[in-house]
């Protein structure tokens, strides 16, 4: 029986997060992806590229149905996968990029959702500047952080930025760290990745 994943009216990145989930739960077969823009078809097809799988699109009203066909001896990649649980994330801002203000919101919003949906998680997300605004009142992404803290991501926010942002007595998720324990903690990951 062959399975279908209706990602139409979904924002990035959860057509491919929901594509993701139904192939790696599938041994062998099929599925149909279902997209309604031309940008979620190219990331679902990037996906399926990238996990070494054949697929075929076909467009009927509008509408995109991505044909995926897993089989059981699909070729590896041969690529070696990093060591997600020994790397840290430094998060500098509230916003991802530069440039639009609102969309820097929007798409660190967007980011912070799909580590929810990659796992491993990292060993730590260490925030500073106004990036603690994240993991505080007010932050459109609390659940996902305490969701990664439950599953035993550490969180860190930097004492002196809560400090010059008025933010300390608001912190909801993880706690208060000092530059030396994010040096400590970036310097004792094998890989730290800066946001």
Same mark, same amino acid.
């Not at 009216?9 to 031309?38: H, W």
């Not at 990036?131 to 930097?158: A, P, W």
């Given at each position: 029986? @062959?399975? +279908? &994943?209706?990602? /139409?009216?979904? %924002?990035?990145?959860? #057509? ?9 739960? *599938? ?10 823009? @031309? ?9 399926? +590229? ?5 697929? !075929?699109?076909?467009? +009927? ?8 066909? =897993? ?9 070696? #996968?990093? %060591? ?17 203000? @609102? ?28 990036? &603690? /605004? *994240? ?7 609390? !659940?996902?952080?305490? +969701?990664? @803290?439950?599953?035993? &991501? ?8 809560? !400090?010059?942002?008025?933010?300390? %007595? ?16 970036? %310097?004792?990951? =094998? ?5």
């Amino acid at each position: 029986m @062959e399975r +279908q &994943v209706d990602a /139409r009216g979904m %924002n990035c990145p959860k #057509p491919v997060i929901e594509t993701k989930k139904v192939l790696d739960a *599938l041994k062998e077969g099929s599925i149909t992806t279902i997209v309604d823009n @031309e940008i979620a078809k190219e990331n679902v097809l990037k996906l399926v +590229q990238n996990m070494a799988y054949k697929a !075929d699109v076909k467009e +009927q009203g509008g509408n995109y149905y991505i044909h995926i066909y =897993k089989e059981g001896s699909h070729k590896e990649t041969g690529m070696k #996968p990093i %060591n997600h649980k020994d790397m840290v994330m430094l998060i500098g801002s509230e916003v991802m990029g530069e440039g639009s203000f @609102e969309l820097g919101k929007v798409l660190m919003k967007g980011f912070i959702y799909t580590l929810t949906e990659s796992k491993p998680y990292p060993k730590a997300l260490l925030f500073v500047n106004s990036g &603690v /605004r *994240l993991t505080t009142e007010g932050s459109e992404v609390i !659940d996902y952080l305490r +969701q990664m @803290e439950g599953e035993g &991501v550490e969180i860190l926010s930097c004492g002196t930025c809560l !400090d010059y942002f008025n933010l300390k %007595n608001k912190l909801l998720v993880g706690g208060v760290s000092n530059m030396y324990t994010i040096v400590e903690k970036m %310097n004792g990951a =094998k890989n730290t990745i800066k946001i």
